[in-house]
């Protein structure tokens, strides 16, 4: 995975907070994910401002002590995340980093 | 020539059979579902023959036509039908995959893919006193409010030596080579009259030797087993995904792992009524 890549949330994905555990459902695939704690996090920060290394570096600082294992498991949420649809890669035209200077 | 009318959710559905055996056997498929006679054919047609020992299955509406030579499989053909354009059409209610029964005016609701052995324990509860309701589909609206397609249980091949000791009156039994269809009154069973409310949601897994486990479920572990049974989502706002989660939020909801009938506790209906019971009184 390219780490500088963006990701944005797939906009007709609905989100609802089951007694503080989160649903997401997928209309386009009819699909519903269960966000456990860190892919929440990640779902959170997938707002198309944060690359993927952002994402990492801000959950690295949260967490100091995971600082290893974070960078795994940001990878593997956002690959299953978009998998499912409910994360969209922007293209170098939308993506922000790619924008400065254009 | 007979003709039923099915008016469900909106949805009309005429079964046309001709006299004999063809009626006979749409007879039977259909006395427990709520329908009336007609004399003319509103909607889609099912239209339904019997010639040269076969009967023959047309639903011109998807150009589908079977031929088939056993009573069971009539009825499972049929009712396959009835349930295909419920669930394709239906657009004021969410329809469910899922089999229901109910005591008193609660229902329990077992939502679970095909293999889950929900027709199974659909017999088992019917068998021990329950309302039957469904063994296949529910239409549900957002309060909770909900019936059934009664059509007779239908038991695929490998099940039938699990119901076998279930049965009181064996001889109202429709066999088929697909599927044996059991109208609830071969247990010895009732169907439901009238509508229920949603009270119970229960989440079936049979597994051949597996002990008996009977556990509450987390909301957010109930509403992912639930979705991936709505088969209407497409048809309503948002997929009914949030009036979905709200049903979950205000009904219990349990998982139950079990290897046999042999396995259940000997109290367990008797605790599902008092689940019912008790739901009722939190709603309340």
Same mark, same amino acid.
């Given at each position: 995975?390219?780490?500088?890549?963006?990701?944005?949330?797939?906009?007709?994905?609905?989100?609802?907070?089951?007694?503080?555990?989160?649903?997401?459902?997928?209309?386009?695939?009819?699909?519903? *994910?269960?966000? #456990? =704690?860190?892919?929440?996090?990640?779902?959170? %920060?997938?707002?198309?401002?944060?690359? +993927?290394?952002?994402?990492?570096?801000?959950?690295?600082?949260?967490?100091?002590?995971?600082?290893?294992?974070?960078?795994?498991?940001?990878?593997?949420?956002?690959?299953? *995340?978009?998998? #499912? =649809?409910?994360?969209?890669?922007?293209?170098? %035209?939308?993506?922000?980093?790619?924008? +400065?200077?254009? | 020539?007979?003709?039923?009318?099915?008016?469900?959710?909106?949805?009309?559905?005429?079964?046309?059979?001709?006299?004999?055996?063809?009626?006979?056997?749409?007879?039977?498929?259909?006395?427990?579902?709520?329908?009336?006679?007609?004399?003319?054919?509103?909607?889609?047609?099912?239209?339904?023959?019997?010639?040269?020992?076969?009967?023959?299955?047309?639903?011109?509406?998807?150009?589908?036509?079977?031929?088939?030579?056993?009573?069971?499989?009539?009825?499972?053909?049929?009712?396959?039908?009835?349930?295909?354009?419920?669930?394709?059409?239906?657009?004021?209610?969410?329809?469910?995959?899922?089999?229901?029964?109910?005591?008193?005016?609660?229902?329990?609701?077992?939502?679970?893919?095909?293999?889950?052995?929900?027709?199974?324990?659909?017999?088992?509860?019917?068998?021990?006193?329950?309302?039957?309701?469904?063994?296949?589909?529910?239409?549900?609206?957002?309060?909770?409010?909900?019936?059934?397609?009664?059509?007779?249980?239908?038991?695929?091949?490998?099940?039938?030596?699990?119901?076998?000791?279930?049965?009181?009156?064996?001889?109202?039994?429709?066999?088929?080579?697909?599927?044996?269809?059991?109208?609830?009154?071969?247990?010895?069973?009732?169907?439901?009259?009238?509508?229920?409310?949603?009270?119970?949601?229960?989440?079936?897994?049979?597994?051949?030797?597996?002990?008996?486990?009977?556990?509450?479920?987390?909301?957010?572990?109930?509403?992912?087993?639930?979705?991936?049974?709505?088969?209407?989502?497409?048809?309503?706002?948002?997929?009914?995904?949030?009036?979905?989660?709200?049903?979950?939020?205000?009904?219990?909801?349990?998982?139950?792992?079990?290897?046999?009938?042999?396995?259940?506790?000997?109290?367990?209906?008797?605790?599902?009524?008092?689940?019912?019971?008790?739901?009722?009184?939190?709603?309340?």
């Amino acid at each position: 995975m390219n780490l500088e890549n963006h990701y944005q949330k797939t906009p007709e994905c609905l989100l609802e907070d089951m007694d503080g555990e989160t649903l997401l459902y997928n209309p386009i695939n009819a699909t519903t *994910l269960h966000l #456990n =704690g860190p892919s929440a996090l990640v779902w959170e %920060l997938c707002n198309g401002n944060n690359s +993927v290394a952002t994402m990492i570096h801000t959950l690295q600082q949260a967490y100091p002590a995971q600082a290893e294992q974070i960078e795994r498991d940001v990878i593997e949420v956002i690959n299953e *995340l978009s998998e #499912n =649809g409910v994360i969209q890669q922007m293209t170098s %035209l939308q993506a922000p980093s790619q924008q +400065v200077g254009s | 020539m007979a003709r039923w009318l099915i008016d469900m959710a909106g949805v009309k559905i005429t079964v046309r059979a001709k006299a004999g055996p063809a009626r006979e056997v749409a007879k039977v498929a259909l006395s427990s579902m709520r329908c009336e006679r007609t004399n003319s054919t509103q909607g889609i047609e099912l239209n339904l023959t019997f010639k040269d020992n076969v009967w023959e299955l047309v639903d011109r509406s998807n150009n589908l036509r079977r031929k088939l030579d056993q009573a069971g499989d009539v009825i499972y053909h049929l009712t396959d039908r009835i349930v295909f354009h419920l669930a394709d059409k239906a657009k004021d209610v969410h329809c469910l995959h899922a089999a229901s029964v109910a005591h008193g005016a609660n229902a329990l609701v077992v939502p679970a893919n095909s293999g889950a052995g929900k027709s199974s324990f659909t017999c088992w509860l019917a068998a021990n006193g329950f309302e039957y309701l469904t063994d296949e589909l529910i239409l549900v609206d957002s309060q909770g409010a909900l019936e059934g397609l009664s059509r007779p249980i239908q038991i695929k091949f490998h099940g039938l030596e699990a119901i076998d000791r279930l049965l009181v009156n064996p001889e109202l039994v429709q066999k088929g080579k697909y599927v044996t269809a059991l109208p609830v009154e071969s247990l010895d069973g009732v169907a439901a009259s009238e509508p229920k409310k949603l009270a119970l949601f229960l989440f079936p897994k049979y597994q051949k030797e597996a002990e008996f486990s009977f556990e509450k479920l987390t909301s957010a572990e109930a509403g992912m087993r639930l979705m991936a049974n709505h088969v209407n989502a497409r048809n309503l706002e948002g997929h009914g995904f949030r009036a979905m989660m709200n049903l979950i939020r205000n009904t219990p909801c349990y998982s139950l792992e079990y290897g046999g009938f042999d396995t259940l506790p000997s109290d367990f209906s008797s605790q599902l009524e008092a689940q019912l019971a008790s739901s009722t009184l939190s709603h309340a």
